[in-house]
Nanobody, 122 residues
Framework: QVQLVESGGGLVQAGGSLRLTCAAS????????MGWFRQVPQKEREFVAR????????SYADSVKGRFSISRDNAKKTVYLQMNSLKPEDTALYYC???????????????WGQGTQVTVSD
């Protein structure tokens, strides 16, 4: 069993930065591929970024490439999402997820956190 808790969200002006943190618990969490997704009301949850269990393979949604950076520290069982040059359209509830497959699809992830709200004002 894996439990995920996100933190670091908040209100920021356009052009600003935030760093989201996902703290994971569970003995084998370091073997899971990790992803960040986001969702706004009445829209489907969308992929943001993912990182393989060993941190070697990373992928981003086109909308965040060059602005967001995903990383992980397996010793601390923590995954990060550094978000720079934030835009109002980045406003969403951001979720951390853990799964056995490297994928951008929601169904590839078995465990989800409760989410942390990011609001970007213009």
């Amino acid at each position: 069993q894996v439990q995920l808790v996100e933190s670091g969200g908040g209100l920021v002006q356009a052009g600003g930065s935030l760093r989201l943190t996902c703290a994971a618990s569970g003995r084998t969490v370091s073997l899971y591929n990790m992803g960040w997704f986001r969702q706004v009301p009445q829209k489907e949850r969308e992929f943001v970024a993912r990182i393989s269990w060993n941190g070697i393979r990373i992928s981003y949604a086109d909308s965040v490439k060059g602005r967001f950076s995903i990383s992980r520290d397996n010793a601390k069982k923590t995954v990060y999402l550094q978000m720079n040059s934030l835009k109002p359209e980045d406003t969403a509830l951001y979720y951390c997820a853990a799964g056995g497959r490297e994928s951008a699809t929601i169904t590839a992830y078995d465990y989800w956190g409760q989410g942390t709200q990011v609001t970007v004002s213009d």
